[in-house]
């Protein structure tokens, strides 16, 4: 029977299967199921053994090698280690080992984000025009790709006559309201006109499934290329939706918000990158008047 490094290629698959099926029904998202149960599996290929046979020690060792001999970013291990935890906690029942995996120290990486004039050569050079709908509505509405690829037709919704776009389910869980910019209304109307589109917003080649997440982000290193632009990825975009709206003066609290931050503290992040004059404050007792 073919083997990794150890473990039975058919023993890998089955607790893998058994593990994503206690995550679907755990009300996961896809992404974070996805993340869980490569964290597993490429423990497992590091130690040719079962989880249940794994020491501590072989774990420590693991996260070590991901951190500093495969340059896996912090935030990425982070996650890894809530997958281990988790496996050990819901699957194994070895809650005292879990509680054991530790995570890596917090690092502080500030956003990249492009200017303006940047955005607007962006996207001034992606010529399908699906494409530049998209990706201009990631910087415009401050969307995750995972958000724009779900979005259907129903999620466009109007507010005392402004538009806006509903998130189901979000990162958490959670809905939420995003902005949809004015600006961008009557291409979406003409996209609407000529692809018809049906379930999503942004279909794919596949009937009844949206576009991929790969297609998009082949439209944006195409993009680009053209521009000159420094290479980013897609969550750069939002990123230059966060820093923007804070420079163009929305609160923190709002902003927060729109972005589906759980915590303040992640949306403070970006007044590092954004160029927001340091005191606009006044004192309220100036605003008195003649009071008698």
Known sequence: ME????????????????????????????????????????????????PRDTEIDEII????????HKFRAWRTIKVYVAGLRWYYTHILEQEKLAFQIPYPKEEQDLPVVLSRKELFRLFSNCENTKHKLMLSMLYASGLRRNELLNLR?????????????????????KDRYTVLSERLLPELRAYYQAF????????GRIKGRPMTASGLAHALKMANKKSGVKKINLHVLRHCFASHALED???????????????????????????????????PFDNWGDMQ
């Open 196 to 203: 018809k589109p049906k379930d999503f917003l942004f279909n």
């Open 153 to 173: 037709i129903e999620n466009i919704e109007t507010n005392d006559g402004k538009f806006r776009i509903r998130i189901n389910r979000s990162k958490g869980n």
């Open 3 to 50: 083997n990794v490094n150890g473990i039975s290629v058919k023993e890998l698959t089955s607790l893998l299967e058994k593990m994503k099926k206690r995550l679907s029904v755990s009300n996961h998202s896809g992404q974070t199921i996805v993340n869980y149960l490569r964290s597993v599996e490429y423990l497992c290929k590091h130690t040719g053994k079962h």
């Open 249 to 283: 003066g929305m609160n923190l609290r709002t902003l927060q918000d729109i972005l589906g931050h759980a915590s303040i503290k992640t949306t403070m992040i970006y007044l590092h990158v954004s160029e927001v004059p340091l005191f606009k404050g006044f004192s």
């Open 61 to 68: 060792d693991y996260l070590y090698q991901l951190q500093y």
